[in-house]
Nanobody, 117 residues
Framework: QVQLVPSGGGLVQPGGSLRLSCSAS????????MGWYRQAPGKQRELVAQ???????NYAVSVKGRFTISRDNAKNTVYLQMNNLKPEDTAVYYC???????????WGQGTQVTVSS
């Protein structure tokens, strides 16, 4: 069983920055992709960013150039640096870890990100 502990959400003004972190309970980086989905009120959950065990990344079109995902293998932690935040980035962000072989997916608790003046 993989446990994921997210941190770093909060309230920020438009144009500001936040960094989300997600720590895994065990060493899973050898065959797990990790990242975040988000879900805004009344909308479907969408993939925000993902990084594979081989450090390949992909991003939602809406966040490309503003968000950067990275991982620290020694700390079993993945980060999402969010810059130039917009009100439409407001959502609950969910960290996930997906086994690249079995596709089993584990989820962390959601963390709220609110972008508002």
């Amino acid at each position: 069983q993989v446990q994921l502990v997210p941190s770093g959400g909060g309230l920020v003004q438009p144009g500001g920055s936040l960094r989300l972190s997600c720590s895994a309970s065990k060493t899973i980086f050898s065959c797990y992709a990790m990242g975040w989905y988000r879900q805004a009120p009344g909308k479907q959950r969408e993939l925000v960013a993902q990084i594979t065990s081989g450090d390949n990344t992909n991003y939602a079109v809406s966040v490309k150039g503003r968000f950067t995902i990275s991982r620290d293998n020694a700390k079993n932690t993945v980060y999402l640096q969010m810059n130039n935040l917009k009100p439409e980035d407001t959502a609950v962000y969910y960290c996930f870890a997906r086994n690249s072989l079995s596709l089993a997916t584990y989820w962390g608790q959601g963390t709220q990100v609110t972008v508002s003046s």
